[in-house]
């Protein structure tokens, strides 16, 4: 019912910035919940950010201050501004739906719908 397509990862140096995006196709985008999530290698995917249908946002405590959640409905794309990067924020970042309205959770097992990744490299 959706597809999900990141980009805008990359390699940067330690305290750099990047904007991840993801476009999404569907005909009730503005009606779901939408969050970014990592996974490092040889660990668990985690959940990074999220964002309602209302605008309200969820961070994971390593990333609140640094990581912005945003969602434009008109372009049906999702935003993850990532900021004052860090060597541990290695990993790839994907972005899924939960086709509720409200972001409840970051936990994996909440959303229904994945993107394919983009990979962010940081460097120091």
């Known amino acids: 019912q959706l597809v999900l397509v990141e980009s805008g990862g990359g390699s940067v140096q330690s305290g750099g910035s990047l904007r991840l995006s993801c476009d999404v196709f569907?005909?009730?985008?503005?009606?779901?919940?939408m969050g970014w999530f990592r996974q490092a290698p040889g660990k668990e995917r985690e959940g990074v950010a999220a964002?309602?249908?209302?605008?309200?946002?969820l961070y994971a405590d390593s990333v609140k201050g640094r990581f912005t959640i945003s969602r434009d409905n008109a372009k049906n794309t999702l935003y993850l501004h990532v900021n004052s990067l860090k060597p541990e924020d290695t990993a790839i970042y994907y972005c899924?739906?939960?086709?509720?309205?409200?972001?409840?959770?970051?936990?994996?097992?909440?959303?229904?719908?994945w993107g394919q990744g983009t990979q962010v490299t940081v460097s120091s």
């Open positions: 964002i309602s249908s209302d605008g309200s946002t």
């Open positions: 569907g005909y009730t985008y503005d009606t779901y919940c």
């Open positions: 899924a739906a939960d086709h509720r309205a409200y972001c409840y959770t970051l936990r994996t097992l909440g959303y229904n719908y």
